[in-house]
């Protein structure tokens, strides 16, 4: 199974999508692996991405997801997937992706992306994310309030997919 943890920067993707990984004993993978060095500059000067940055970025996701279940690995997957678009897009990689969005409140996130160190996105680039973002709707994805401790965001994953296994 493949699972892909959505959001905008500051949301817990990589919190989330490592210990959901941990839990289900598999490889654990971050969307800002598979970004150029060019998108990466671009970020850290607040300069935000456009779709012609994000193509290549959510088409190298999309042949990782493609690997694991070539090989039939379970595997979590990190990425904002802001757009409808990006995530028609990166599930074109085999059926039966479980879609988790997680989302809050835009203080919530600022918080956090504030708290943050060593983490090359520009916390100006939060508002520009919230702007582009597209949420998914409860047809298309887990919908997960990231107020909820880690734990309890893990166990509603895990219950929720129980079935598609």
């Known amino acids: 199974m493949i699972y892909l943890i959505m959001g905008v920067s500051g949301s817990g993707?990589?919190?989330?999508?490592?210990?959901?990984?941990?839990?289900?004993?598999?490889?654990?993978?971050?969307?800002?692996?598979?970004?150029?060095?060019?998108?990466?500059?671009?970020?850290?000067?607040?300069?935000?991405?456009?779709?012609?940055?994000?193509?290549?970025?959510l088409d190298a996701i999309r042949t990782a997801m493609q690997d694991a279940h070539r090989h039939q690995r379970t595997q979590v997957f990190a990425c904002s997937a802001l757009k409808k678009q990006y995530r028609?897009?990166?599930?074109?990689?085999?059926?039966?992706?479980?879609?988790?969005?997680?989302?809050?409140?835009?203080e919530v996130l600022s918080e956090r992306i504030l708290n943050r160190r060593g983490?090359?996105?520009?916390?100006r680039l939060l508002q520009s994310q919230i702007d582009t973002l597209e949420p998914p709707g409860e047809q298309e994805a887990l919908l997960v309030d990231i107020r909820q401790s880690p734990d309890e965001i893990i166990d509603s994953?895990?219950?929720?997919?129980?079935?598609?296994k």
């Not at 692996?33 to 012609?52: C, T, V, W, Y």
């Open 119 to 123: 983490h090359f996105f520009d916390p």
């Open 13 to 57: 993707k990589t919190t989330i999508g490592e210990r959901l990984a941990q839990r289900l004993g598999c490889q654990f993978s971050d969307a800002d692996e598979f970004h150029s060095d060019a998108n990466r500059q671009k970020m850290a000067k607040g300069i935000p991405l456009d779709d012609e940055d994000r193509w290549p970025w």
């Open 157 to 164: 994953i895990l219950r929720a997919t129980q079935h598609k």
């Open 88 to 106: 028609e897009r990166l599930q074109t990689a085999t059926d039966g992706i479980v879609l988790v969005f997680l989302n809050g409140p835009a």
